[in-house]
């Protein structure tokens, strides 16, 4: 029997801890799954971490996400009982961090030195991108793509709801995801379905914005000042389990990725949940999704924020 003990950098409702629930599920007989989550503040996570890797001395911890409390709570471990370590990353965190630019220059140091140390001191790495393990190279380890997935089975769609977010039968556009402002940047996700929408406001189109984040506000500005206000909804945080019904009530789904190396190397839970849901994805030619899609999906992005990506979004979306 193996003894597997799962650090999930995240409460039980996030994306990490989903995917670590679909891990544990599908592992079968043989392997013996404790699994742990975040709760609580950065230093009160290490150290429930490091009590139950102590306690249980697992024969692998498996960290879900590149973050300081399962990272340094397995490495602890790992020294102390000889145990094997697997990290699970979905981002190139340093790259991403410098993008966003919000961690000042001590906090960016700190990210490049956690992930530094992740890729050193795990027996094996698992990334969700083929770009990521392209970014990595050989690092003298294994390193292994596992992308997202979902199970198609719980994504039944709901005439009902299509019917509150898109009334006259006007096609939803839409997409789902937490949305940051970045002051740097001057932009937050979700800003591209507010701008196509407005592109297309002579069509019978209605835009969905699944999530929260201090984007919203400024998304909501922007429609006020356009003058589409009405066009666009905004539904706020949506559970996992509540999600199916609202993909499965969108004709277009958006899946946008910056062209940039924090883009390159994600997949995004979004993908395969858009996926099952069965609508018709446009995303952006970066990543994983300019390998899992069919080439008219696809929309040309050019760098990090690429103003004219509207445009060629709705004309896209106008031709289909």
Not at 87 to 112: C, M, N, P
Not at 126 to 145: A, F, N, Q
Not at 245 to 271: E, H, W
């Amino acid at each position: 029997m193996i003894r597997l003990l799962v650090l999930v950098n995240g409460d039980r409702a996030s994306a990490a801890a989903m995917r670590a629930a679909a891990l544990a599920e599908h592992l079968g007989p043989g392997i013996e799954t404790t699994l742990r989550y975040r709760e609580g503040g950065k230093a009160v996570s290490i150290v429930r971490f490091l009590k139950d890797g102590l306690r249980l001395r697992p024969d692998v911890i498996y960290v879900v996400d590149m973050a300081y409390s399962g990272v340094l709570a397995a490495a602890v471990c790992g020294r102390a009982s000889r145990n094997r370590m697997i990290v699970d990353t979905g981002d190139a965190i340093f790259e991403l961090a410098k993008s966003i630019g919000e961690r000042g220059r001590i906090g960016l140091w700190l990210t490049g030195m956690l992930e530094r140390f992740g890729l050193r001191v795990a027996d094996a790495i698992v990334v969700r991108g083929t770009g990521h393990l392209e970014l990595l190279g050989d690092i003298g380890k294994p390193v292994v793509v596992v992308q997202d997935g979902v199970d198609t089975a719980t994504f039944p769609p709901d005439e009902d709801l299509r019917g509150q977010l898109a009334p006259d039968g006007a096609f939803t556009i839409g997409l789902v995801g937490s949305s940051v402002w970045s002051d740097r940047l001057g932009f937050c996700y979700g800003w591209e379905l507010v701008e196509v929408v407005h592109a297309l406001r002579d069509r019978p189109v209605a835009g969905v914005m699944i999530g929260g984040g201090t984007g919203i506000d400024h998304l909501r500005a922007r429609c006020a000042e356009l003058g589409i206000g009405d066009r666009v909804r905004f539904v706020g945080f949506v559970p996992y389990g509540e999600l199916p019904k609202y993909l499965g009530a969108m004709d277009f789904c958006l899946s946008t990725q910056t062209n940039d190396i924090p883009g390159r190397v994600r997949t995004t839970g979004k993908l395969p949940l858009y996926l099952a849901a069965g609508g018709v994805i446009l995303a952006s030619r970066v990543g994983e999704a300019a390998l899992a899609l069919d080439p008219r999906q696809l929309v040309e992005y050019e760098g990090v924020v690429d103003r004219g990506y509207p445009a060629r979004l709705a004309e896209r979306i106008g031709s289909l």
